[in-house]
């Protein structure tokens, strides 16, 4: 299935019974130069990040620094979200529980990435709007386990400074160092200076992967304790050992306390009827035993990470390929399916997603034009704002049409619906292919809208 789906390379191990018994990589780390991606081959981890940052937490209430519920702002004065009631009553617990009503809001991040630092993460929780109450609907917000990650950091540094450095140095102290991660980092520098990190594939509107930066991946930066981590196969296997000890080393040193680890996976809000959000993971079962995970998905890296503690059996996918959850999900399930002796189904499964797959690359033929009709485009050639997105150009080049943040730059490409109408223009490229733009006149003057249904921001005319 890699080579099927076209996936540059994978790694997978196994842990079982408080040891690695398998840890092996396919494929390449870079198509280029046909290097292999082995388990030592740094990658991205994307969101299996936030259960790294409340294990973090989990270490400093075992030293008495803080409570699940003790108020954000009693920990960092200046913390703010819209509502100012909230602002006063907002825990860290609920800072990383999914469960406060705050919507994903990452084209934020994506479009004003190189200019945000973490102090910037955390005050921009200032205009977060709750639109349900506590505890009533499941809603990711990586900018709110950011700054739950950068004012442990804080806390734990006793004398605050800069943000991004306090929370690197208390994840290092506190958790990476006493685990053995040694190849675990936020560090781009580091990583760049290694040279041999896996390439990151990132999705073309085509649904094809194709190579990217590691600026890109710098988008992750802002929310680095909610996404932003580069590790190895085996440094996740050393973590997930630790998991399945109860927060203990293989030598017996706790990393944390078993009672603060356990609170991470105590379910807070449901995400379905099988399955609900902890503190940085996802908990529900299989064939009656409980089942912990986490995916993560960075512009170029995708990764799963799962494991059942009754059973003492984990398991780390990681690939350099966007979007490839299907993919990581179906290897979780194979060894499921192999360890329970359960009947294969997963071989059924793949086979429709690939089919799936090819049905929508060829909808996509159809319906995508790479032509853009230039009369219809050159009245929105521009620059334009939107108050949460900032400000935006429109540029034409060699017959192509071009949307530029400043910080990334793509083609723009004609859309077609079913009546073979055009409807609206996609990103062509990473970091955000797919995404649906729309070039509108409104009483006379050109708008930009990006996005659809809630998640859309409006762009105007820069005067």
């Known amino acids: ?66 409570t699940w519920d003790t108020p954000a702002v009693e920990l960092f004065p200046d913390f703010r979200v819209l509502d100012p009631e909230l ?29 945000m630092t973490a102090e910037d993460t955390v005050a921009s929780l200032a205009d977060f709007e709750f639109f349900t109450d506590f505890g009533e609907a499941f809603q990711y917000s990586n900018q709110m386990v950011g700054a739950a990650g950068y004012i442990a950091g804080q806390t734990a540094a006793g004398q ?35 040279g041999d990190y ?19 991946e710098e988008f992750l930066l802002p929310i680095a304790p909610a996404g932003g981590l580069w590790s190895t196969l085996d440094d996740m ?49 299989y064939k009656q035993q409980p089942l912990v995970s986490h995916g993560g998905n960075s512009l170029g890296f995708s990764t799963e990470f799962t494991f059942l503690p009754e059973a003492d059996l ?40 690939l089919q799936r797959l090819a049905e929508q690359r060829t909808e996509n033929e159809t319906k995508l034009l790479d032509q853009v009709d230039m009369a219809a485009v050159t009245p929105f050639v521009g620059v334009y704002v939107n108050d949460a997105l900032g400000e935006i150009a429109i540029t034409l080049e060699d017959d192509e049409v071009f949307f530029d943040t400043g910080d990334f730059r793509t083609a723009l ?17 990473p970091p955000l292919a797919g995404l649906t733009v729309q070039l509108l006149e409104e009483g006379g003057a050109p708008v930009i809208v990006v996005g659809e249904g809630a998640v859309s921001y409006r762009f105007a005319p820069v005067e």
């Open 1 to 66: 299935y890699l080579e099927k789906l076209e996936i540059p390379g994978a790694v997978v191990g196994i842990v079982q019974d408080g040891e690695v018994v398998y840890a092996k990589g396919f494929g390449v780390a870079d198509p280029a130069t046909g290097r292999a991606l082995t388990p030592a081959t740094p990658m991205m981890i994307g969101s299996v990040s936030k259960s790294l940052t409340t294990l973090l937490m989990g270490t400093l209430v075992d030293d008495g620094l803080m």
């Open 237 to 285: 296997l050393k973590y997930m050992i630790v998991q399945l000890n109860d927060g203990a080393t293989p030598d017996g040193a706790q990393v944390v306390s078993t009672e603060n680890l356990l609170e991470t996976r105590q379910p807070q809000i449901a995400i379905n009827a099988d399955t609900s959000y902890g503190l940085g993971w996802m908990v529900g079962d």
């Open 314 to 353: 984990g398991v780390v996918v990681i690939t350099n390929g966007q979007g490839t959850n299907m993919y990581n999900g179906a290897i979780v399930a194979k060894l499921l399916e192999l360890v329970f002796e359960q009947p294969d189904e997963i071989t059924q499964n793949m086979e429709f997603y």
């Open 198 to 216: 896996a390439i990151p594939h990132g999705m073309l509107v085509t649904s094809e992967l194709a190579p990217i930066g590691l600026e890109v």
């Open 87 to 115: 602002s006063e009553t907002i825990t860290m617990r609920n800072l990383v529980c999914a469960c406060t009503g705050v919507p994903r809001r990452d084209l934020e991040l994506a479009f004003n990435f190189r200019d």
């Open 413 to 429: 490409l004609p859309y077609l619906d079913d009546d073979g109408n055009l409807y609206r223009y996609v990103f062509a490229s």
């Open 160 to 194: 605050p400074g800069d943000m991004m450095t306090d929370y690197a140095a208390a994840l290092q102290e506190r958790v990476l160092d006493p685990i053995g991660m040694t190849d675990t980092t936020i560090d781009f520098d580091a990583i760049r200076a290694r």
